[in-house]
């Protein structure tokens, strides 16, 4: 049980209130730490089961994508998706482990999606992370849309900047160079520069491009 699902424990327990919820919750941890065939289709079948509480479905959604079971997926974008910055970020870093090949095009679409801008810091994130052939255009077309939109919203931006400075795919360049004209975005700019021109540019380059 690594650190970021000890979090989401405290955080779920946090909003129990009923003698009954407290019963579903321990059943749930009693499910996750079987961690054998049986317990895993029990969790899987929380996230089809009518009803059933948000925080249910997260914890089965977790335990499930961290183990690679891609019956998690769906209940996981929805998280990524979800209002709730705390919910998001527990999302990506499953989704992150859980490898299947749908996530980039799910992160992207959110990502690229001017109606849910204000919530796609921890899909910029994870593309960021992922590192698959989606990451690259996607944080591009993103940035460049704020850069050129009257609302910029920075925090989004920079996470934008940061990203494809770590990506390190010189086809970000020119839109890096235009970042570092907003006072906001410069210090991460530059940093993003400076690691294009870097050694691990033309690495970057190569393999933000494979597919």
């Known amino acids: 049980m690594d650190e970021e699902f000890r979090a989401l424990l405290r955080r779920v327990r946090a909003e129990l209130v009923s003698p009954a919820e407290f019963t579903a919750y321990e059943r749930l941890l009693a499910l996750v730490r079987a961690d054998d065939e049986s317990a895993r289709d029990e969790l899987a079948e929380v996230l089809v089961a009518p009803e059933r ?15 690679g079971d891609r019956r998690a997926f769906e209940t996981l974008v929805l998280l990524l998706n979800y209002r709730e910055p ?72 920079r996470a934008c900047v940061e990203g494809l400075g770590a990506l390190g795919d010189r086809r970000a360049e020119a839109t890096l160079v235009a970042a570092r004209e907003h006072e906001r975005l410069r210090p991460a700019a530059v940093a993003a520069l400076a690691r294009l021109a870097g050694h691990g540019g033309a690495q970057g380059a190569r393999s933000g491009s494979s597919t």
Do not use: M, Q
């Open 53 to 67: 509480p948000l925080w249910a479905r997260e914890i089965a959604a977790f335990a499930l994508g961290v183990k």
């Open 86 to 157: 705390v919910r998001c970020a527990t999302a990506a870093h499953a989704l992150a482990r859980l490898r299947d090949p749908r996530t980039a095009r799910a992160a992207a679409a959110l990502v690229t999606n001017p109606l849910r801008t204000a919530y796609a810091l921890h899909p910029v994130r994870l593309l960021t992370e992922l590192r698959a052939p989606e990451s690259v255009p996607a944080l591009l077309t993103t940035l460049e849309r704020l850069l050129a939109a009257r609302d910029h919203c920075w925090p989004i931006a």
